[in-house]
């Protein structure tokens, strides 16, 4: 058991330097790579999700751009619709306007013809008076004279 002993003791003395030269280039490794290469994964990282945010951001600020062209354009739309139910407006009340000057004139028209009938009626009626009663006096003269120069039977036939 002494001679394992010692067999491990110079074992273990053997391994020292070996222990160390690791050591040292655990320590070289850790600061000649490791450190610069975790330097510039973090920085890649920062960056990518710098420009994942700066690209959500860019998102939502195309969304929110979109949102505003989107309540322009229908308030832009509400404004026009506006404007022609206006000009609608005004073209029934210009109609209306035009088909109530139309019947006054007509009424009126109509009102002009009915006293210029109710006149010539009156004038016609005034005229077929006089003629009447002239005519009716030719007749009773011609029927009088033709009585007189004919007989007259009275009674049947």
Same mark, same amino acid.
């Given at each position: 058991?002494?001679?394992?002993?010692?067999?491990?003791g110079e074992?273990?003395?053997?391994?020292?330097?070996?222990?160390?030269?690791?050591?040292?280039?655990?320590?070289?490794?850790?600061?000649?790579?490791?450190?610069?290469?975790?330097?510039?994964?973090?920085?890649?990282?920062? &960056?990518?999700?710098? %420009? =994942? *945010?700066?690209?959500? /951001?860019?998102? #939502?600020? +195309?969304?929110? $751009? @979109?949102?505003?062209?989107?309540?322009?354009?229908?308030?832009?739309?509400?404004?026009?619709?506006?404007?022609?139910?206006? &000009?609608?407006?005004? %073209? =029934? *009340?210009?109609?209306? /306007?035009?088909? #109530?000057? +139309?019947?006054? $004139? @007509?009424?009126?028209?109509?009102?002009?013809?009915?006293?210029?009938?109710e006149q010539?009626?009156?004038?016609?009626?005034?005229?077929?008076?006089?003629?009447?009663?002239?005519?009716?006096?030719q007749i009773?003269?011609?029927?009088?004279?033709?009585?007189?120069?004919?007989?007259?039977?009275?009674?049947?036939?």
């Amino acid at each position: 058991m002494e001679q394992t002993l010692k067999q491990l003791g110079e074992l273990l003395l053997g391994s020292i330097p070996t222990v160390v030269l690791l050591l040292a280039l655990y320590g070289l490794y850790h600061v000649l790579l490791h450190k610069p290469l975790e330097a510039i994964l973090a920085e890649r990282r920062k &960056r990518t999700q710098g %420009a =994942v *945010e700066q690209a959500r /951001a860019d998102i #939502a600020l +195309a969304a929110s $751009r @979109a949102s505003e062209y989107e309540i322009r354009l229908r308030d832009a739309r509400l404004a026009v619709f506006k404007a022609l139910d206006g &000009r609608r407006k005004q %073209a =029934v *009340e210009a109609r209306a /306007a035009a088909v #109530a000057q +139309a019947r006054e $004139r @007509a009424q009126q028209q109509i009102a002009e013809a009915k006293t210029r009938l109710e006149q010539e009626t009156a004038a016609a009626r005034n005229t077929l008076g006089a003629t009447s009663d002239s005519i009716a006096s030719q007749i009773i003269q011609t029927v009088l004279q033709s009585a007189g120069s004919a007989p007259v039977s009275v009674g049947g036939r």
